[in-house]
């Protein structure tokens, strides 16, 4: 069964607008969200995470925001720009464990 | 270069054959972790090591695949009698220790013909 589900496999946003990306779990135990980016080819690249206990955390032009009661949380990128195509990988971790749970990802495009 | 390194980028083999995938971490990270990504879904956990102990192994498939890191920098990942399931991209990560950020090498695509 999967506990981190991304439903959208790809989403294409028009440069310099907002791109909002969505991730649901299922595990109440999770302690730790984690967002992935990876281009073609290489690894995953740690973009930004959010501890259980924040609803929200920024980082320049990402914010993650965590809604517990939906078990939700999502990604947003403003304002987008090309090199911001790639497939985004949500991801958690259980409370006194290191490995990361990952989503199968979404494939996000920009627009010229 | 300063990142995880892993080799060799790309293998191919046959069936039945023995592999080994190497994975060189960033310099002092004590935390090393073996993940496999299938077509189309997320890197999926098989190991973790701290130092030179496996301290979680929970996500290795079956007894064919095997891991280690006997001196806590360099890690081998063991596939035994490969099967053509078994293609797929080997991702290694490392980090400074528990609860922090994982870096991903750019891993190992491994295809079993």
């Known amino acids: 069964d999967q506990q981190v589900k991304q439903n959208s496999p790809s989403l294409s946003v028009q440069e310099g607008r907002i791109s909002i990306l969505n991730c649901d779990y299922t595990n109440s135990m999770f302690d730790y969200f984690l967002w992935y980016k990876k281009y073609p080819a290489e690894g995953p690249t740690f973009l930004i995470s959010?501890?259980?206990?924040?609803d929200k955390n920024e980082d320049g032009r990402f914010t993650v925001f965590l809604n517990k009661s939906a078990k939700h949380l999502s990604l947003h990128i403003v304002p987008s720009q090309p090199g911001d195509s790639a497939v985004y990988f949500c991801a958690a971790t259980l409370v006194k464990t290191d490995k990361i749970i990952f989503g199968k990802g979404t494939r996000l495009h920009i627009l010229p | 270069g300063a990142g995880v390194s892993q080799t060799p980028s790309n293998k191919v083999t046959e069936k039945g054959k023995y592999v080994e995938l190497r994975c060189d971490p960033i310099?002092?990270?004590?935390?090393l972790y073996w993940y496999r990504q299938s077509l189309g879904q997320g890197p999926e956990f098989l190991i973790y090591?701290?130092?030179?102990?496996?301290?979680?192994d929970s996500g290795l498939p079956n007894d064919r695949f095997f891991a280690v890191r006997p001196e806590g920098s360099v890690s081998t990942l063991k596939i035994q009698r490969t099967e053509r399931g078994d293609s797929a991209v080997y991702l290694c990560a490392s980090s400074e220790g528990r609860e922090q950020p994982q870096h991903f090498g750019d891993g190992t695509r491994l295809s079993i013909l």
């Open positions: 959010i501890s259980s206990i924040k």
């Open positions: 310099s002092g990270h004590t935390a």
């Open positions: 090591f701290q130092g030179t102990g496996a301290a979680d």
